[in-house]
């Protein structure tokens, strides 16, 4: 017998791609949207018209300007060596195996991002400090309002960024590679270096990136754990803090250098990555 084939449309195929077009229908959308797209707009230009290339030139120099971008690539670069150090076995730990309380650690990763910064700060002030409950076992170690705690501040607020991102990458391997791999003799580190590393390289390279952009941000946890001290804790964001107190120009410079490091990171991300990083 003959098969009946259901008859073909090939306008169809058409009809959908012109439908993802704004044609005359979906101006309604479009001006819909506009309110929205201009309050998120208007402020990052006005911002960037505010400052002159003069300005921005001649801010450069400020002592204060200069020490707080040191500190804050410094410590941000800190960050991401430790989250990478430890967020791999973290982030491998979550994507690859199967064990009891793993939901909870998935949670307690999350925790973080939706957490407000200053409960972050205060939870790490009364966790690290001389009087906190590792204060014993730190030995009376200083750690708040040193550069050591800027660091910790970092990493508790940025850290989950990378480690959902390479959770990711690392779930999406498929498993027969490894397999393969173990047939052929490597063993496990060796597949891992070999062939789970580089085949979710664009979901650690982004989790980097945005870890590191999180951490450059980072604001509330860092002023209440590691207070606001110029060339000690004092970083591009807490700068600006005080910057509208005492010299607005600086503030205004950091933060046009901040907002376009902002837009090249997500240039990155989402441009050059944006295909295989499903999280992000």
Not at 91 to 109: C, M, Q, S, W
Not at 202 to 212: F, K, R
């Amino acid at each position: 017998m003959n098969q009946i084939h259901p008859p073909t449309h090939p306008e169809s195929s058409t009809n959908t791609k012109n439908s993802d077009r704004p044609g005359t229908a979906g101006w309604p959308l479009v001006l819909a949207s506009l309110p929205l797209i201009l309050f998120l707009l208007l402020p990052l230009v006005g911002l960037l018209f505010r400052v002159s290339s003069t300005m921005l030139s001649s801010s450069l120099k400020e002592r204060q300007v200069i020490e707080a971008m040191s500190l804050s690539f410094s410590t941000t670069l800190t960050t991401v060596c430790l989250t990478v150090l430890f967020g791999t076995p973290v982030a491998y730990l979550l994507a690859r195996k199967n064990f009891f309380g793993r939901t909870l650690l998935d949670a307690l990763i999350d925790m973080p991002l939706v957490l407000p910064p200053a409960v972050a700060g205060v939870a790490l002030l009364i966790a690290f400090g001389r009087r906190g409950f590792l204060g014993p076992i730190l030995g009376g170690a200083e750690i708040p309002f040193t550069r050591t705690a800027v660091v910790l501040a970092q990493l508790f607020v940025a850290s989950p960024y990378y480690i959902k991102s390479a959770a990711s990458g690392f779930a999406n391997i498929n498993r027969e590679l490894e397999q393969a791999a173990a047939v052929d003799g490597a063993t496990r580190s060796q597949a891992f270096r070999t062939i789970i590393v580089p085949l979710s390289l664009p979901s650690i390279i982004g989790g980097i990136v945005m870890t590191w952009a999180r951490a450059l941000g980072e604001f509330g946890a860092t002023i209440i754990f590691a207070g606001n001290f110029p060339g000690r804790t004092q970083t591009m964001p807490l700068a600006i803090y005080i910057g509208f107190e005492i010299d607005l120009q600086i503030a205004l410079v950091l933060a046009v250098i901040l907002l376009s490091i902002s837009f090249l990171v997500l240039a990155i991300v989402k441009g050059v990555l944006g295909r295989q990083l499903s999280p992000l």
